[in-house]
T-cell receptor, first 114, second 110 residues
Framework: SQTIHQWPATLVQPVGSPLSLECTVE??????LYWYRQAAGRGLQLLFY??????ISSEVPQNLSASRPQDRQFILSSKKLLLSDSGFYLC?????????????FGEGSWLTVV | GQQVMQIPQYQHVQEGEDFTTYCNSS?????IQWYKQRPGGHPVFLIQ?????EVKKQKRLTFQFGEAKKNSSLHITATQTTDVGTYFC??????????FGTGTRLKVLA
């Protein structure tokens, strides 16, 4: 069976500090990978998606970046965090299918920028 | 860019009452999915609708895809406290992207 792991689960970071959130998927190959952000009490905003190693599409201009160094690894980074970066970050994956497939979410990472 | 809006944003109902959330897209969708997020949790897939006018049922939940494939609805009959959470629709944009709606937060009062 497929699993998705995301860490850390929670973190508190000062403004201006760097960020690295990691996500790995097991039990499948060549998944589509996604990073979503959910501000407190708000909807899900698609930040990045990737259809293959080294292929990253950015949806929203911001001070965040994403990388996919391996097939099943997706990393969300920032060089300098802003207060507005606080939120619930969700990594997700789906199978590569033109007919549409379920999106499976990780447990999420709560980021508080202070 | 494409937008997917949901109404209402919040809904409080007495246990046993019905609940409906509506999803509207600014563009035609190839398919639409619905997810449920329990408080403190992550979204979990409920269902996918593909065909124009399609209606699917899961026990007390009824999902409908509009004829023009630009809107959808989720109706819960006789809500229970276990229905509490935020319900999201997600519209497929292009081949790989799913744009999530703004969500409807449901609170069920016992």
């Amino acid at each position: 069976s497929q699993t998705i792991h995301q860490w850390p689960a929670t973190l508190v970071q000062p403004v201006g500090s760097p960020l690295s959130l990691e996500c790995t998927v097991e039990g499948t190959s060549n998944p589509n990978l996604y990073w979503y952000r959910q501000a407190a009490g708000r909807g899900l905003q698609l930040l990045f998606y990737s259809v293959g190693i080294g292929q990253i599409s950015s949806e929203v201009p911001q001070n965040l970046s994403a990388s996919r160094p391996q097939d099943r690894q997706f990393i969300l980074s920032s060089k300098k965090l802003l207060l507005s970066d606080s939120g619930f970050y969700l990594c997700a994956w789906s199978r590569d299918s033109k007919s549409g497939n379920t999106i499976y979410f990780g447990e999420g990472s709560w980021l508080t920028v202070v | 860019g494409q937008q997917v809006m949901q109404i209402p944003q919040y809904q409080h109902v007495q246990e046993g009452e019905d609940f409906t959330t509506y999803c509207n897209s600014s563009t035609t969708l190839s398919n639409i999915q619905w997810y449920k997020q329990r408080p403190g949790g992550h979204p979990v897939f409920l269902i996918q609708l593909v065909k124009s006018g399609e209606v699917k049922k899961q026990k007390r939940l009824t999902f409908q895809f509009g004829e023009a494939k630009k809107n959808s609805s989720l109706h819960i009959t006789a809500t229970q406290t276990t229905d509490v959470g935020t319900y999201f629709c997600a519209g497929r944009s292009g081949t790989y992207k799913y744009i999530f709606g703004t969500g409807t937060r449901l609170k069920v009062l016992a």
